[in-house]
């Protein structure tokens, strides 16, 4: 007998306890989703993701997917296959990079602020994504005085957060909040819908940085697709570069 179990990296202790313990003499395999974690998340989780790659020996087949393979460490896998999907556009109608120099490197979440009180002006509903707790929260002080709605979402709050239950488990953007504030907790394997009769106006901000400098390429090209409908904007705000880089990637047929 066997068993197929699908999962994310953060799911694989659990899942191989769980199912040792509830079928003992079942062979187990495993469908690893956003497989290329296993290199995103090294510099800052490398006891978890060496946890997670000893806890891989219990299976007796493990097919990682991602729709960034860039990065993904293929030396654990003995066999590549590239699938092209159809109807595979980004689905964000309007891009653009803020800059902002490094004078004004300690402004950065007042800019954001300013920004997003100017975009719920315009009726358009912000979900945030900055990889710095304490920034999210500062953040959300920011705008809660200019009078908007915020849900925060991250790693430390989402036991027992409404706004994370209706994102993750509903796969909705509360009618109650202008903005929603996360980290990258949401950033990947989350799936948006629109809700009926809900008519607003949506976009994704990514705010990259010295505080918030965990977005690689491959998670910057995962962020925008949390919403899977069209969508008004998608937006990076970033200091500027001090040295010209040679290196891209295509955004637009990511």
């Known amino acids: 007998n066997q068993l197929v179990a699908v999962m994310t990296i953060n799911q694989v202790e659990n899942f191989v306890r769980y199912l040792s313990q509830t079928y003992p003499n079942i062979k187990l395999n495993a469908i690893l989703d956003e497989c290329h974690d296993i290199v995103e998340s090294y510099d800052y989780r490398y006891e978890d993701i060496k946890k997670f790659v000893s806890v891989l020996e219990n299976f007796d087949t493990v097919i990682g997917i991602t729709a960034t393979p860039e990065t993904v460490y293929k030396g654990m896998f003995d066999k590549e296959y590239h699938i092209e999907m159809e109807n595979a556009d980004t689905s964000f109608i309007k891009f653009h990079v803020l800059w902002h120099d ?17 975009q719920v002006k315009s009726k ?32 430390d709050n989402k036991d027992g957060n409404l706004c994370f239950e209706k994102v993750a488990y509903k796969g909705t953007f509360p009618l109650f909040y202008h903005i929603i504030l996360t980290t990258s907790l949401i950033a990947e394997g989350i799936s948006i819908e629109r809700s009926q009769g809900d008519n607003r106006k949506f976009g994704v901000l990514a705010l990259v940085s010295n505080h918030s400098n965990l977005f690689s390429p491959s998670k910057l090209k995962q962020v925008p697709h949390r919403f899977r409908f069209d969508y008004h904007e998608y937006t990076i705000m970033m200091k500027e570069s001090k040295h010209e880089s040679k290196s891209f990637f295509d955004l637009e047929n990511s």
């Open 102 to 118: 490094y004078s004004q490197l300690d402004d950065e979440l007042s800019l954001a602020a300013t920004f997003l009180e100017q």
């Open 124 to 155: 358009v509903s912000y979900l945030v994504m900055i990889q710095n707790k304490d920034n999210i929260e500062t953040l959300k002080s920011y705008l809660e005085k200019l009078g908007m709605s915020v849900g925060v979402i991250h790693a």
